[in-house]
């Protein structure tokens, strides 16, 4: 599911640099964060398709627990 999600996020991130939205969702970060993903959005525009196309690929299964317009993705190296 997470892999799907990251697919997602970043066909919804069209601007800018694509990577930004699924930066440190990989399998380590998902195990060390105890299955929890966070995803990264330029706009609000772009994080709401995200969450509307999830909930109609995926209607269960998930939950959003926190919204967060100033956090700003982890740097990748």
């Known amino acids: 599911m997470v892999s799907a999600m990251r697919r997602l996020a970043w066909e919804c991130q069209p601007q800018i640099n694509r990577q930004i939205a699924a930066a440190g969702t990989g399998n380590d970060q998902w195990k060390r964060n105890q299955g929890r993903a966070t995803f990264y959005f330029t706009s609000t525009a772009n994080r709401s398709e995200f969450l509307g196309e999830?909930?109609?690929?995926?209607?269960?299964?998930w939950e959003k627990i926190s919204h967060d317009e100033k956090r700003t993705a982890p740097r990748q190296n």
């Open 54 to 61: 999830l909930s109609l690929i995926f209607p269960t299964g």
